[in-house]
């Protein structure tokens, strides 16, 4: 099936770890994101990557770096973890140069800071 | 400020019983309106795209508008399987890649049988 995917769906981890998420996407698109959406269900973006240059950084904290090996491709590497980390992140992606311009999301990965 | 309100925050409906969500904006320079729906436990999947004032846009149950201001989702004799969390987005940006996401918070929608 042509999507996003993301793994693992689920991460449950101690205060002070270091965890990746990894994202892929098989629809041909050039533009990633990455966002944290917080209990209250609010979206917010983190990253944005284009053609695996970082385009778009939304004061995230340094802990948190993404990297983009190549088009298909966008992981979130997150360091020395914290109680307010805990959220469902998001991957999502684009076509930045098609004639639409709608976002693509993955599934999640619900992320629990203990 | 750049701001994205959506309305009501959760609105329970009969079966059949018709309604509208609004999403009001403040943005400079919008490059379009997106409404997403998303069903608990999964990321938000794309329904329409609004670009310019007066437009419209159907899907089945679904009707999307677009003013200067604000945008309406109208559901029409919703159905149970209608419920889900109803999210407005607005797209702004010098263009191409470094175009953005804002989000709303999102309408909270209950049909009941």
């Known amino acids: 099936d042509t999507a996003v995917s993301q793994t693992p769906k689920y991460l449950v981890t101690q205060m002070g770890n270091d965890k990746s998420i990894k994202c892929e996407q098989n629809?041909?698109?050039?533009?990633m994101y990455w966002y944290k959406q917080d209990s209250k269900k609010f979206l917010k973006i983190m990253f944005s990557?284009?053609?695996?240059?970082?385009?778009i950084n939304e004061t995230v904290p340094n802990r948190f770096s993404p990297k983009s090996p190549d088009k298909a491709h966008l992981n979130l590497h997150i360091n020395s973890l914290e109680l307010g980390d805990s959220a469902v992140y998001f991957c999502?992606?684009?076509?930045?140069?098609?004639?639409?311009?709608?976002?693509?999301f993955g599934p999640g990965t619900r992320l629990t800071v203990l | 400020e750049d701001q994205v309100t959506q309305s009501p925050e959760a609105l329970r409906l009969q079966e059949g019983e018709s309604s509208s969500l609004n999403c009001s904006y403040t943005?400079?320079?919008?490059?379009?309106l997106f409404w997403y729906r998303q069903d608990p436990g999964k990321g938000p999947e794309f329904l329409f795209t609004?670009?310019?004032?007066?437009e419209e846009k159907e899907k089945e149950r679904l009707k999307a508008t677009l003013t200067k201001k604000e945008s309406f989702l109208h559901i029409t004799a919703p159905k149970p399987e209608d419920s889900a969390t109803y999210l407005c987005?607005?797209?702004w940006g010098r263009g191409g890649a470094t175009n953005k996401l804002i989000f709303g918070t999102g309408t909270l929608l209950a049909v009941q049988p």
């Open positions: 943005v400079s320079g919008l490059r379009g």
């Open positions: 990557y284009n053609n695996k240059e970082l385009i």
């Open positions: 999502a992606s684009r076509l930045a140069g098609g004639a639409y311009n709608e976002q693509f």
């Open positions: 629809l041909g698109h050039d533009t």
């Open positions: 609004l670009y310019s004032a007066g």
């Open positions: 987005a607005v797209q």
